[in-house]
């Protein structure tokens, strides 16, 4: 007899790792899991038991399968169960692997990003480094902590509110000019005992806030890059080894299961350039959601997925050929669409 194993999505791993007040039945963190603990059915490929927070329609896990996704047994009341988005295993070597602090650092270390950024914490060291870069104007403060743009502040140099910086300034931050970004990339790397077992990139779509609002993917990593050469004629070759040089480094640091690496390409005097490190989160992501859809459309040229909330897409509705894979009632609401170029 196989005995399913049983999993409860804690989107709230973040907060798990970094909120000093952190309680599990916070309603903020209970929120967000509902909100989009359905990803779990997009990503999960074995049978299992899903210890559920929100109450999925019959009608809905019906249409997932027949997308062909693993829609597992559910069960709220379950005793026993593990963490699915996080590891929580290693918890002081999670914090440094997930912290901003440390992919900011190795990223100036290795010129792979933040060369014009300076970790700050109080609006005196702010000045004094807005004083070496005269000509940029448009900076962010980044929570070394957060994650999808949540707490980043954006300011002006022309137009500095002391009292509104302060404010942002809670411990060490990371502090960095506003850059003309053209386009996201997520490399994820899936690590199994510390080997990597494959690489594959995705285009995270996200707002200039920094929230995330779905991606593109296609079902190999060269298929990928031609899907990016084509829309932005951008070779991604120097980053796909770049971003295994990075994910060599967070193995050497003590990674032993899947990192992902954001990056970003950005206009420079009308130049393309490339920012290889952004960030690193050490556990599941989005990105994964997105090669999911890819590999189940091998013959399309990409894959798109849309998140947004329902109000904008009652606005600005898309084509009846989106399929659309969230449940129904939550706020956010996501479809996708496979495209064929020729």
Request: charged share 25%.
């Amino acid at each position: 007899m196989v005995v399913l194993k049983t999993y409860k999505v804690d989107l709230d791993y973040e907060a798990f790792l970094f909120d000093p007040e952190y309680r599990e039945d916070n309603p903020s963190n209970q929120k967000i899991i509902r909100e989009f603990e359905y990803v779990f059915f997009l990503i999960n490929k074995e049978k299992a038991i899903l210890k559920n927070s929100k109450i999925y329609e019959q009608s809905y896990l019906e249409s997932l399968k027949k997308l062909d996704f693993v829609v597992p047994k559910l069960n709220p009341n379950a005793e026993k169960s593990e963490y699915w988005w996080g590891r929580h295993a290693n918890i002081e070597l999670e914090r440094t692997l997930n912290s901003k602090l440390t992919s900011a650092q190795i990223a100036f270390e290795n010129h792979w990003g933040f060369q014009e950024g300076a970790i700050v914490e109080t609006f005196a060291e702010l000045l004094t480094h807005l004083k070496k870069f005269p000509k940029k104007e448009k900076w962010i403060i980044k929570r070394p902590y957060s994650f999808s743009g949540i707490g980043h502040n954006q300011f002006r140099t022309d137009s500095l509110d002391e009292s509104h910086l302060k404010k942002n300034l809670v411990g060490k931050v990371l502090l960095e000019p506003v850059y003309e970004r053209v386009f996201d990339i997520g490399t994820t790397f899936e690590v199994v005992d510390g080997i990597i077992k494959r690489q594959f990139m995705v285009e995270n779509f996200n707002t200039q806030t920094g929230n995330f609002s779905g991606g593109a993917g296609a079902s190999n990593v060269d298929k990928f890059k031609k899907y990016i050469f084509q829309k932005y004629a951008y070779s991604l070759e120097e980053l796909q080894q770049t971003t295994l040089k990075i994910a060599q480094t967070y193995l050497k640091l003590g990674a032993v299961s899947n990192i992902q690496i954001d990056s970003f390409v950005y206009c420079d005097e009308g130049m393309l350039k490339t920012y290889a490190l952004v960030e690193v989160n050490y556990r599941k992501t989005m990105g994964l959601v997105i090669q999911s859809l890819a590999e189940k459309y091998p013959e399309a040229d990409w894959v798109e997925w849309r998140v947004k909330s329902a109000k904008n897409f009652k606005t600005n509705p898309l084509d009846p050929d989106w399929i659309k894979i969230s449940p129904e009632g939550n706020h956010f609401q996501s479809f996708f669409k496979a495209i064929y170029f020729s």
